[in-house]
């Protein structure tokens, strides 16, 4: 049982650049969650995946991010025009589509703005 | 809204108990915990539901006050491998979690 991976591990970019990054679930599970996780924080939830539709969208979520999930199995997730503060470990997540069921975490992209 | 924590920090020597406290301002769904250690993944622990269920993992239990909108997670006769740091995620909803902002634990020889 593969777990959820994400790619790439370490990104450091130059503010104003864009980025994206990769999301691949755990193969059987529907559901998908970004997660953004800044240092002696918790995960804040950013968006959510029923399959190949994103229900919802966390207010955090500026327009200058965008998540997709095209066929419904891996996602992206792109930051534009990057900024200081958008520097944190971003986490993937993924689930079975029925109620009640653990969330399983990939180790995440930490992205470092210069 | 997230749920707030306590304690932040908690040093044990092998062996010795803890508990760790999670509490929301409102109703919730479930409770889910979770353990980080540094420069990895969370990893799930347990899901408590409505109907205060205790449930266990290795010496590691929990439970669910939802009257009071608390869990509580007990770390029992702690192990060196339970250092890291803990997070309870609480949902109103059967998908999104809101997580506290940790409890550090560090189990020392």
């Known amino acids: 049982d593969t777990g959820v991976s994400q790619d790439p591990r370490h990104k450091i970019t130059k503010r104003g650049q864009n980025v994206t990054f990769r999301c691949d679930p755990i193969s059987e599970h529907n559901r998908l969650y970004w997660y953004r996780q800044t240092l002696g924080q918790g995960p804040e939830f950013l968006t959510y995946f029923q399959n190949e539709a994103q229900l919802e969208k966390s207010r955090l979520l500026s327009d200058r991010f965008s998540a997709e999930r095209p066929k419904g199995s891996f996602s992206t997730l792109e930051i534009q025009r990057t900024e200081q503060g958008d520097s944190a470990m971003y986490l993937c997540a993924s689930s079975p589509s029925t109620g009640d069921q653990p969330q399983h975490f990939g180790d995440g992209t930490r992205l470092s703005i210069l | 809204q997230q749920p707030v924590q306590s304690p932040q920090a908690v040093i044990l020597r092998e062996g010795e108990d803890a508990v760790i406290n999670c509490s929301s301002s409102?109703?919730?769904?479930?409770v889910h915990w979770y353990r980080q250690k540094h420069g990895e993944a969370p990893v799930f622990l347990m899901i408590?539901?409505?109907?205060?269920e205790q449930k266990g993992h290795e010496k590691i239990s929990a439970s669910f006050n939802e009257k009071k909108q608390q869990s509580s997670l007990y770390l029992t006769a702690s192990q060196l491998s339970y250092s890291g740091t803990y997070f309870c995620?609480?949902?109103?909803?059967?998908?999104?979690?809101?997580f506290g902002a940790g409890t550090t634990v560090t189990v020392r020889a």
């Open positions: 409102k109703a919730l769904y479930s």
């Open positions: 995620g609480t949902a109103r909803n059967d998908y999104k979690l809101s």
């Open positions: 408590l539901l409505k109907g205060g």
